[in-house]
């Protein structure tokens, strides 16, 4: 059993761990603006922000004050679902090296990543962030922060994604089209790994 106090230990682990990542976001933007990238999307950005740390309070306040209570088998699998969930975001930040970043950075004329987890979908981080959405509150009963928080997630990610898409323009687009976006097919992965 998960009791309230490591539930809330793990939410203020993951809550350090984005601002590790905002803090590694921020140097690479600064040596992808130096080697002439720019960026797109500041506005849709800043929203983002916002709904991840508004996640986080929502997690807090639906254990603490709403008194969930351990799921039992579904906060194990939820565990489980979160932790896959770190190991692609990781494998995508460690694939992408300074061109991982938060932001929508865009480098004129490079070669899109078509290794790691990029040689079976496109986005592997965004599929890693609708997992943990949906999984982290999961872990400790907070149905309603899942739910509210992955359907919002669901709209602002479709709007990320096409700013993104868009911005990375015909070179991305031709390199990346044959990839689906979130969730690799079978076939996909199995032509891929025999490549």
């Known amino acids: 059993m998960i009791t309230t106090p490591v539930y809330l230990a793990m939410v203020a682990a993951l809550a350090a761990e984005r601002v590790f990542e905002l803090a590694l976001a921020a140097r690479n933007r600064r040596i992808a603006l130096a080697a002439g990238a720019f960026e797109a999307g500041q506005r849709l950005y800043l929203f983002m922000i916002g709904f ?55 480098f004129a004329d490079a070669v899109p990543v078509v290794a790691g987890p990029y040689r079976f979908l496109r986005h592997p981080n965004y599929l890693a962030v609708i997992i943990e959405m949906a999984c982290v509150p999961m872990i400790h009963g907070c149905w309603l922060t899942g739910t509210v928080f992955s359907f919002v997630n669901a709209g602002l990610l479709t709007a990320r994604i096409r700013q993104e898409e868009e911005s990375l323009g015909e070179n991305y687009k031709r390199t990346m089209d044959r990839l689906p976006r979130l969730i690799p097919s079978l076939n996909a992965v199995r032509g891929r790994i025999l490549e």
């Open 52 to 106: 991840h740390a508004l996640f986080f309070v929502s997690l807090v306040y639906e254990a603490v004050w709403l008194r969930r209570p351990f799921p039992g088998t579904i906060g194990w699998i939820a565990l489980g679902g979160a932790a896959i969930a770190q190991m692609l975001r990781y494998w995508a930040i460690v694939t992408l090296g300074v061109r991982w970043n938060t932001r929508i950075i865009v």
